[in-house]
């Protein structure tokens, strides 16, 4: 057993790694059988390239499934990801409040881009009524 542990995650480095140096087709290969076997790292990458078409016809459904399914595991790259998904209406409805709760979901875990994507929907009141006072606290927590 802690054999095919070491060996998933060796995968996953490399294909991370394969991503990481835009050598989409390998991080496909490396990645694909992680996505399916729940790995949120995995998804989220299998997420982008389908969203962008990078070694892959772009392809909006699985892009959204592939990020719905990471940001379920509450990985912070993806519920950043789907937020800027229901934001812009890219690969999924465009909906401002469900965009506001998954870049709170991410700005919760630390990620400054959440934050300041969160604040400016609050700031410009996007998914809700303006909220200057809040908008300014996650500006400020995120180092601005």
């Known amino acids: 057993m802690h054999n095919l542990e070491e060996e998933a995650e060796i ?19 490396l990645l694909s059988p992680l996505a399916e076997t729940g790995s949120a790292q995995a998804q989220y990458r ?31 790259p993806a519920l950043h990801g789907l937020g800027f998904m229901y934001m812009d209406g890219d690969c999924a409805a465009q909906d401002d409040a469900r965009a506001l709760q998954w870049f709170e979901a991410a700005a919760e875990q630390g990620l400054a881009g959440a934050m300041v994507a969160l ?17 300014k606290a996650f500006y400020k927590q995120a180092g601005f």
């Open 46 to 76: 299998l997420a982008i390239m389908y969203q962008n078409g990078l070694g892959v016809i772009r392809n909006e459904p699985l892009a959204c499934k592939w990020m719905k399914s990471a940001a379920r595991q509450e990985y912070g």
């Open 11 to 29: 995968k996953l480095s490399s294909g991370i790694a394969a991503f990481e140096t835009r050598h989409f087709t390998q991080a496909m290969k």
């Open 119 to 135: 604040a400016q929907m609050l700031e410009q009141g996007r998914g809700g009524a303006p909220d200057p006072e809040r908008a």
